[in-house]
C-alpha cells in the first residue's frame, strides 16, 4: 500500500509546474526525501527565494488524496538567494574553476546580482583567481544565529575555505570534519539579495560532492570538459551522480576545445575535438560554449583579473558572454529584477 500511495503522490507533484523553468518539481530535482510514514507525507523541497508560492500548491494539490491526514514539507533554501547552480567537471585539470570564476564575472557584467562559493575544499584557488589573498572573515550575529559574511571583490560575492585555511598547508581534513565545513558553508553564510549563487564543486564523485548536492537547493548543474575521450568518459560519471539525486543537467562547457592561430586565424583541436558536442547529444542537453586556449585565461587567473571582465575583445571572453546571456534567458532573473527597481 506505502509504494502506491508514493506512486500516487509523485504524480501528484508531478504537476506542479516551476514557471521559470516550465518543468515540474519533480524532474527538477526540488523534491528529496519523500517519505509516507502512515499516513502523513513528509517530503523536502528545495527551493529559490523566490519560488515559495510552491509550497501552498503542493499543499492544494495533495489535499486530495482521502487516505493522507497532513503533509508535512520542510523547505530548504539559502535566504536571499534566487537560483544555486553548480558548476562541476568529472576529473581535475579541466579548468572548472576558472570556468566558474568567468561564468560569474560574465553575469555580473549583465547586470546580475552574484555569489561565488568556493566547495573547491581540496584545492580552493577561487580567491586567487579574483585577487585575493588571506583575509579575515567576519562573523556576524543574525537572528537566525552567527553568520559568515562574503567578501565581495569585482562586484562579486565570495567565500572559500581558501580563505579561512592556513597559507601551503594540505586541506586533509576527514570525512565528518569536511562534512560539517561544507555543511557550515551552505547554511551559515549571510549572502543578502543574489540572483545566482555558483557553488564551485569539487572533481569527481566522493563525499564532498554528495554532501553538498544533498544538502543545497541547486536547481541545475554546468558540466565542464574538454573534448579528449579520457575527460568525456568521467564526466558520465558525474551525470550519473547528479541523477541519482535528480539534479539536472543545464548544459556542458567544452574548454580549451581549441587553438587560434594568431597569423592566419586557423583553427586546431590540440586536444580532439567533438567530446562536448557528443555528450550534449547524449543528454539531449545545450553545448552552452566553446572554449578556445587562450594564454590571456590563465595570466588573468593568476593575476586576479578574469577574462571575461577584461577590457580587450576576445573569443574566449565572447564565449562566457554568450553563457552568460543564456543563463539569464533561461531564468529570467534580471528582466525580473530590473522590473521590480
Not at 557584467?109 to 577561487?126: F, I, S
Not at 595570466?299 to 574566449?316: F, H, K, L, Q, V
Amino acid at each position: 500500500m506505502t509504494i502506491a500511495h508514493q506512486q500516487e503522490v509523485v504524480q501528484l507533484l508531478k504537476q506542479v509546474i516551476e514557471p521559470t523553468l516550465k518543468n515540474d518539481i519533480v524532474s527538477l530535482g526540488m523534491v528529496r526525501n519523500l517519505r509516507i510514514v502512515d499516513d502523513y507525507i513528509y517530503l523536502r523541497l528545495y527551493i529559490g527565494s523566490h519560488q515559495h508560492q510552491l509550497q501552498p500548491e503542493i499543499q492544494y494539490k495533495l489535499s486530495s488524496l482521502s487516505w493522507c491526514k497532513k503533509t508535512y514539507i520542510q523547505i530548504c533554501t539559502i535566504p536571499g538567494v534566487k537560483t544555486t547552480l553548480a558548476v562541476s567537471s568529472g576529473k581535475g585539470g579541466v579548468g572548472k574553476s576558472t570556468t566558474a570564476v568567468n561564468i560569474a564575472a560574465a553575469l555580473k557584467l549583465q547586470g546580475a546580482k552574484v555569489g561565488l562559493l568556493d566547495a573547491d575544499v581540496y584545492g580552493p584557488n577561487v580567491p586567487q583567481m579574483l585577487g585575493l589573498g588571506q583575509a579575515d572573515i567576519q562573523v556576524i550575529n543574525t537572528p537566525t544565529g552567527d553568520k559568515f559574511l562574503p567578501l565581495e571583490v569585482q562586484g562579486i560575492k565570495i567565500m572559500s575555505v581558501g580563505l579561512l585555511a592556513e597559507a601551503n598547508r594540505p586541506l586533509a581534513w576527514r570525512g565528518p570534519v569536511l562534512h560539517k565545513i561544507i555543511t557550515q558553508f551552505l547554511q551559515d553564510v549571510q549572502w543578502g539579495e543574489l540572483d545566482y549563487l555558483l557553488i564551485d564543486l569539487p572533481p569527481g564523485t566522493g563525499d564532498a560532492q554528495i554532501t553538498i548536492i544533498q544538502e543545497s537547493p541547486i536547481c541545475g548543474v554546468i558540466l565542464v570538459t574538454t573534448p579528449q575521450q579520457v575527460a568525456v568518459a568521467d564526466v558520465r560519471r558525474n551525470i550519473y551522480m547528479f541523477r541519482q539525486v535528480g539534479v539536472p543537467v543545464l548544459g556542458i562547457i567544452e574548454n580549451m576545445s581549441y587553438l587560434i592561430c594568431g597569423d592566419c586565424g586557423l583553427r586546431t583541436p590540440i586536444f580532439g575535438s567533438g567530446g562536448g558536442e557528443q555528450l550534449a547529444a547524449e543528454l539531449q542537453t545545450p553545448l552552452l560554449g566553446q572554449i578556445p586556449i587562450d594564454p590571456r585565461i590563465g595570466s588573468g587567473s593568476d593575476t586576479g583579473n578574469p577574462i571575461a571582465m577584461s577590457e580587450y575583445t576576445s573569443p574566449a571572453r565572447e564565449v562566457f558572454t554568450q553563457i552568460a546571456i543564456s543563463l539569464n534567458s533561461t531564468f529570467m532573473l534580471h528582466d525580473e529584477s530590473t522590473q521590480l527597481d
